[in-house]
């Protein structure tokens, strides 16, 4: 049972019963005011009547004196349940009818009965309370399921809220009903979603400016090595080249992830051929050997040439000539395999170089810094799909990214 509000429910309802039998069975056991009154009047009627074998006569004379002034039929039954006198309307004679028609026995101490047809005792006060305390289980189980489901659903829409949160939606809110500990809750959680809300979003904004006014420097070292062209040292001039080539690379991958994590859905959703897309890309790099099926997805284009770029990009940085890039379908999603001839990753760090900025260590030098694979885990998860590094069969590693052909409702942009 995975139901907050039906646990509630059926604990409520197992200690109601729980009461109704514990309280029944404690009346039966040491007997209550209404049924020792029943034994004091069956004590008394027996003193009135005769003994049990006196004559038909006498026993029917003293029930008419017992019961003169009442309108009513009464029966005097023996042990074995067979009548000894009757007054008034007569009872019918069976058994199963005596108890059909009468509306209260006594019982008599020597096993006698006398049974009427109106109230004139106290019957089974035992059974009576059960019957009570039951319907007043069934009377509080009625009233306090609407109450019981009014709390969990608020805790489901707070729920609802986290995980709207934790999606990346940083606007979620709660409503805040009441003034209980649930409500509390509730506003406390819009203030921290405000609060996380203020902060990411200046996060964002640091990082887009900051990004934005690193162009006009760069801009301008740029256009100073081109100036010195002529007097400037060839192998020193090279190295300023490709300095600024990684700079001008690092701030357009900035730029890209903040306008990722600004977004809840993709700016464009067209139908995309990703073989015909990772031929393009494939074609920018000598060494990059393409092959599989041709398939078409939902998504945008310029992210997914983004993501495969990144992908040959690492190899051909990171990696050992030739670069293998695969292109496979089955019913649900299509997967993209790009690997080399490289030792590949340790396990270890499989999942940590898809972190931002992460660097790893190996023999000849340091490997990988920046956004690469950072922005190719961002985008397969926005297409509704993810990106991870597997280990092949001959013991290498091989980027796979799986995106399904059609993405879920929730994923597509509104």
């Not at 890209?256 to 139908?271: N, P, Y």
Request: one cysteine or more; glycine letters at 8%; a neutral charge.
């Amino acid at each position: 049972m995975s139901r907050l509000y039906l646990r509630f429910y059926v604990a409520l309802l197992g200690s109601l019963v729980v009461f109704a039998i514990a309280t029944a069975l404690i009346w039966h056991r040491v007997g209550g005011p209404a049924e020792r009154a029943g034994d004091a009047l069956g004590i008394l009627v027996q003193n009135v009547l005769p003994a049990a074998d006196a004559p038909a006569a006498d026993q029917q004379l003293a029930l008419q004196k017992l019961v003169a002034g009442i309108d009513a039929g009464v029966v005097l039954l023996d042990a074995d349940r067979s009548m000894l006198a009757s007054v008034g309307q007569p009872l019918l004679s069976t058994r199963v009818q005596y108890k059909e028609q009468a509306t209260s026995t006594i019982q008599l101490p020597d096993g006698r009965s006398l049974v009427a047809s109106v109230a004139i005792g106290i019957g089974h006060p035992a059974y009576a309370l059960l019957l009570i305390l039951s319907v007043l289980a069934v009377a509080v189980g009625v009233g306090a399921y609407p109450i019981v489901r009014r709390l969990t659903k608020r805790l489901e829409r707070l729920q609802r809220g986290v995980e709207s949160l934790g999606a990346g939606d940083m606007s979620a809110r709660v409503a805040v009903e009441g003034k209980d500990e649930v409500a509390r809750l509730a506003l406390s959680f819009n203030r921290a979603a405000g609060r996380i809300e203020t902060l990411v979003g200046a996060h964002k904004a640091l990082l887009a400016n900051a990004s934005h006014e690193l162009r006009t420097p760069l801009a301008r070292i740029r256009m100073t090595v081109e100036l010195m062209k002529e007097s400037a040292d060839p192998k020193r001039k090279a190295g300023l080249d490709q300095d600024i080539a990684e700079l001008d690379r690092l701030i357009d991958e900035i730029l890209l992830a903040s306008r990722l994590d600004a977004l809840t859905g993709l700016e464009v959703d067209e139908e995309v051929d990703l073989l015909a897309l990772a031929a393009e890309e494939c074609s920018r790099y000598a060494h990059a050997q393409l092959d599989g099926v041709a398939v078409c997805i939902d998504g945008d284009s310029h992210l997914l040439r983004r993501m495969l770029r990144n992908l040959l990009e690492n190899a051909e940085r990171h990696g050992v000539a030739p670069t293998h890039v695969h292109i496979a379908q089955n019913q649900r999603d299509v997967e993209i395999s790009v690997s080399d001839n490289g030792l590949g990753i340790p396990v270890d760090e499989r999942e940590r170089v898809f972190e931002p900025f992460y660097r790893r260590t190996r023999a000849g030098g340091n490997a990988g810094a920046g956004l690469g694979l950072a922005l190719v885990r961002q985008i397969a998860r926005r297409h509704g799909g993810e990106a991870q590094c597997v280990r092949t069969g001959d013991e290498r590693s091989c980027f796979s990214v799986r995106i399904p052909i059609r993405r879920p409702r929730f994923m597509q942009k509104k």
